[in-house]
């Protein structure tokens, strides 16, 4: 099939040809169509599917048809609700470049960010509106945002919304919008709160499954390190010097640890950025622009800050950390191996974390090969280590109610 086939019109043809897309993908043959009929859809997509261009597209050429309406004062008439500021920044992007030749407007607003200018911008009139959904409702209840003619709302990463505790945000957003409005639903794993969002707010979906999570890891040679959890960054050091060449993403559970690992890499003269969750939103454009741009060959990010990001041609992908969810693994080493390419995936697994290993293996259904030859190998009857501060001052005890709302988030 060629995109021609999709009933997109010429400017749209245009700006696809110019991306140099040859042709449509797996995601994108099977949504574009149903988008343009105006279906609401449930779309089992993960990153690195095309699956922003699978809505972007549609959505544009539906805008642009209807564009008989009046010149000034727009409306939002298409919102793109995702989980973060990163993701909904690399949407934002991907409307204005397959939008280029069309007049539509389009704007991004995220928390963490200076609320004014993106006030100012919203005030002078758009049709397209990409958002957090914190931030989107703090501008609906400042009465900034208006959103009575809403006719497509997407829920981008609905999954990893849901993980972030916005699945009330999602709902009250879902309400404000009007009651015939199209939904485009896309999410990298269904779980159950998924499919009941589903079935209490969208309308007759149909519903798309492209490459099932445990198909990822096939493209992907995968290695295995069993390591005590304190020499695992010794053996990183290792094998950065001896074996792991390239662009390479290594994923930490915490934002303590990538920082951590960061400031250990930069002492042993390594590149090395890093993204997570407390860093500011310049600072984590700044370090994924030079890993984009090639001047760092190391990014060290949470699952949770690089999820949806268009982070492509990986070499390496290191799980420093075990994941305890399985299809976390599947999402971090699908990162590498695109396009036809063989990718290369390294885990360092210590004592604790055997069982997460054996969850993965259940889901990808295959034993991950087992690297011996290494200079910090992991005593096969080790128990896992536990962390304790000899002599500490504090007492165990019940958390004070003003500890627990202090409790930060650790992604
Ligand atoms: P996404 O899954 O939306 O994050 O897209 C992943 C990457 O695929 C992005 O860099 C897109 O620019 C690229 N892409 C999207 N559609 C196509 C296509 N039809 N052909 C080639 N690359 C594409």
Not at 351 to 379: G, M
Request: charged content about 30%; some cysteine.
């Amino acid at each position: 099939m060629q995109f021609r086939d999709l009933q997109l019109n010429k400017p749209i043809l245009k700006a696809i040809t110019e991306s140099n897309y040859q042709n449509p993908t797996e995601v994108q043959e099977q949504v574009i169509p149903l988008v343009l009929e105006k279906k609401d859809i449930i779309v089992s997509a993960q990153t690195g599917t095309g699956k922003t261009a699978a809505f972007a597209l549609p959505i544009l050429k539906l805008l642009f048809d209807k564009q008989d309406a009046p010149k000034k004062g727009k409306k939002i008439r298409s919102l793109i609700i995702c989980p973060t500021r990163e993701l909904a920044i690399q949407i934002n992007e991907s409307f204005k470049t397959y939008g280029k030749y069309y007049n539509l407007k389009t704007t991004v607003v995220y928390g963490g960010a200076s609320i004014e200018p993106q006030k100012e911008v919203l005030k002078k009139g758009i049709d397209i509106l990409i958002a957090t959904p914190g931030r989107l409702l703090d501008l609906h209840k400042q009465d900034v945002v208006h959103l009575d003619f809403i006719e497509t709302l997407v829920l981008d990463e609905a999954d990893l919304m849901l993980d972030m505790g916005f699945i009330d945000d999602i709902k009250k957003i879902e309400r404000l919008c009007p009651v015939n409005k199209q939904i485009l639903l896309f999410s990298a794993t269904m779980p159950l709160k998924i499919q009941q969002l589903a079935k209490s707010s969208l309308n007759d979906p149909v519903k798309i499954e492209v490459s099932p999570v445990s198909s990822a890891a096939k493209s992907v040679d995968s290695v295995l390190y069993y390591v005590p959890k304190p020499k695992k960054i010794e053996l990183c050091l290792h094998l950065l010097r001896n074996n792991i060449k390239g662009s390479i993403l290594i994923f930490r559970r915490t934002k303590f640890g990538v920082d951590k690992l960061e400031k250990t890499l930069l002492n042993n003269n390594y590149y090395a950025v890093s993204i997570h969750g407390d860093k500011t939103q310049i600072a984590r454009e700044e370090a994924l622009n030079k890993f984009k741009n090639k001047e760092a060959n190391i990014l060290i990010a949470t699952d949770v800050a690089s999820r949806g990001i268009d982070i492509s041609n990986l070499d390496v992908v290191i799980n420093f950390d075990i994941p305890n969810i399985p299809e976390t693994y599947v999402h971090r080493i699908g990162r590498t191996g695109r396009a036809g390419e063989i990718g290369n995936a390294y885990s360092f697994c210590s004592a604790d974390e055997k069982n997460y290993i054996i969850e993965i293996q259940k889901l990808i259904n295959t034993v991950i090969s087992v690297e011996d030859d290494h200079p910090y190998p992991l005593d096969p009857k080790a128990k896992p280590e536990v962390h304790k501060k000899k002599g500490s001052k504090y007492k165990k005890g019940r958390k004070s109610a003003a500890a627990k709302k202090k409790k930060k988030r650790w992604y």
